[in-house]
């Protein structure tokens, strides 16, 4: 369902893609691969801005920065050879935030 979410687009759509993707995650103790670069597309594609004093945003920021992370560890662990294009690919795909990690 959230791949459907995803596929029809707009910010609706995608954030409830999102949470459909991340309750995958939940559910597979993190380790499902399609969830994980789910949460990341729909968070990099969701266009409008909220109050990052809302610790629901908050949760959103970090989310797709973890599962950045167990992609990466994953990628690392089965299929180093692809670490390299994993990387600039989750960098392009995680949201910009005002920090810098």
């Not at 004093?53 to 992370?69: K, M, V, Y």
Request: glycine share 6%; proline share 3%.
């Amino acid at each position: 369902y959230a791949d459907l979410l995803y596929t029809l687009g707009g910010n609706g759509h995608l954030k409830l893609a999102r949470s459909y993707y991340s309750k995958a995650v939940e559910l597979s103790a993190g380790t499902n691969m399609r969830a994980l670069w789910g949460v990341m597309m729909c968070s990099a594609n969701v266009t409008d801005k909220v109050s990052l004093q809302d610790s629901r945003t908050r949760a959103q920021i970090e989310l797709p920065e973890l599962a950045a992370r167990a992609v990466l560890k994953e990628y690392k662990t089965h299929a180093p050879n692809k670490v390299a294009v994993a990387t600039v690919v989750l960098e392009a795909a995680l949201p910009k935030t005002s920090g810098g990690s």
